[in-house]
């Protein structure tokens, strides 16, 4: 089996001391590419850092909550960055109105800044939104973009579809273990279309809450992916193994990620 998780944060302080250990439990558990989410200027050039020394791939972007701390160079630094022979997309970016952290203009004016830089370099855009819709749902339409993911797919039934008319891969993580607040989406993951679902762990956030015995310090990573597989192919009605091939080949397409390497990879975790 081979899997792919489309945003883990590596560069995040918890991963600091064990991340060698870290990959070789998600490689062992089949985890084969992960993508290290990058959220501001300097950890996305940490992640592409982390993606060079174990072989996996990175994302360049400010995420809604560092909006405030964008400045004149940002885009100039995210464009350099976005030329990295790792560097698959441009994000995350978007719109997180749940928390807040920064004001709603800056998060419109620097979201919209970096939808321009991912359609200026045909890069696809791994895209955030929280309590954003309809707002986050009108600016991708007016910008026209097509090629991106919602990556960590948490809303209701009209903000899906929403996504899915306008061409949006969606990501769904471990909120769809969470017996309080994510069992819709165990009827909604079956209104996504197979050619556009994508699976993330969003490590070390998010741990599945159904997982037993919880991980020290409830720190959730890649090698955790499989638990949600499990999860959305039971809500599908699918063999794991059918959902894995499936979405793994949904993130080579959009990512560009070379395919024949990733069943290389593929190959390399089902021998050992
Ligand atoms: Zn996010």
């Known amino acids: 089996m081979h899997l792919t998780d489309i945003g883990a944060n590596l560069t995040h302080?918890?991963?600091?001391?064990?991340l060698d250990a870290v990959v070789a439990r998600a490689r062992a558990a089949g985890v084969g590419t992960i993508i290290i989410t990058g959220t501001t200027v300097l950890e996305s050039r940490l992640a592409a850092e982390i993606a060079d020394r174990f072989d996996l791939h990175s994302t360049a972007g400010v995420h809604p909550h560092h909006a405030r701390d964008c400045d004149e160079h940002t885009i100039a630094e995210l464009r350099k960055l976005a030329l990295h022979p790792r560097c698959v997309a441009i994000g995350e970016c978007g719109l997180d109105f749940n928390r807040n952290y920064s004001p709603h203009p800056a998060q419109e004016k620097w979201f919209v800044a970096q939808l321009e830089l991912g359609l200026q370099l045909g890069k696809p855009l791994f895209l955030h939104s929280r309590d954003a819709h309809p707002r986050f749902a009108q600016i991708v339409r007016t910008h026209g973009v097509k090629t991106a993911?919602?990556?960590c797919f948490t809303g209701e039934a009209e903000e899906l579809h929403a996504y899915l008319d306008?061409?949006?891969y969606i990501g769904i993580t471990g909120w769809i273990c969470d017996e309080r607040r994510g069992t819709h989406l165990l009827r909604l993951v079956r209104d996504i279309p197979a050619?556009?679902?994508?699976?993330a762990t969003d490590s070390p956030y998010l741990t599945p809450r159904d997982m037993k015995p919880q991980?020290?310090?409830r720190r959730n990573e890649?090698?955790?992916?499989?638990h949600i597989?499990?999860?959305?192919a039971r809500a599908l009605g699918q063999p794991p193994e059918e959902v894995a091939l499936q979405t793994t080949r949904n993130a080579a397409r959009l990512f560009g990620i070379d395919e024949s390497r990733a069943s290389l990879a593929a190959q390399r975790t089902a021998a050992a």
């Open 215 to 217: 991980p020290k310090a």
């Open 222 to 226: 890649p090698a955790f992916l499989p």
């Open 166 to 168: 306008l061409g949006l």
């Open 195 to 199: 050619d556009r679902l994508l699976l």
């Open 149 to 151: 993911v919602a990556h």
């Open 13 to 18: 302080p918890s991963f600091h001391d064990d």
């Open 229 to 232: 597989l499990t999860t959305v």
